[in-house]
């Protein structure tokens, strides 16, 4: 059984920064993509950022400049710094883990964390 575990949410000031991580257990391959996305109260999930195995990143406009994607694949991990936050900044984020396709054990596989709360609030 696939989990991702999350950790490093919490309550910061605006302007401040919070660094989140993520690890998958029980995985028998390595992701193709991992990421975040995030949902705000009364809006739809939306994507934040994510690492693909060829180490390209994809950046929301809404945090480019400000949020920085890593991570190691072969491990599968990843982490968002997130730097400048704003009030805006506040929701539920999830880390996301995505396997296209295995030629042993075919797919595709998705996987989501429990997620972790951001608030960004003076």
């Known amino acids: 059984q696939v989990q991702l575990a999350e950790s490093g949410g919490g309550l910061v000031q605006p302007g401040g920064s919070l660094r989140l991580s993520c690890a998958a257990s029980?995985?028998?391959?390595?992701?193709?993509?991992m990421g975040w996305y995030r949902q705000a109260p009364g809006k739809e999930r939306e994507l934040v950022a994510k690492?693909?195995?060829?180490?390209?990143?994809t950046y929301a406009d809404a945090v480019k400049g400000r949020f920085t994607i890593s991570g190691d694949n072969v491990r599968n991990t990843v982490y968002l710094q997130m730097n400048s936050l704003k009030p805006e900044d506040t929701a539920v984020y999830y880390c996301?883990?995505?396997?296209?396709?295995?030629?042993?054990?075919?797919?595709?596989?998705?996987?989501w964390g429990q997620g972790t709360q951001v608030t960004v609030s003076s």
């Open positions: 029980g995985s028998i391959f390595s992701f193709d993509t």
């Open positions: 690492l693909t195995s060829g180490r390209s990143t």
């Open positions: 996301h883990a995505h396997k296209y396709y295995s030629s042993v054990f075919g797919g595709p596989y998705v996987y």
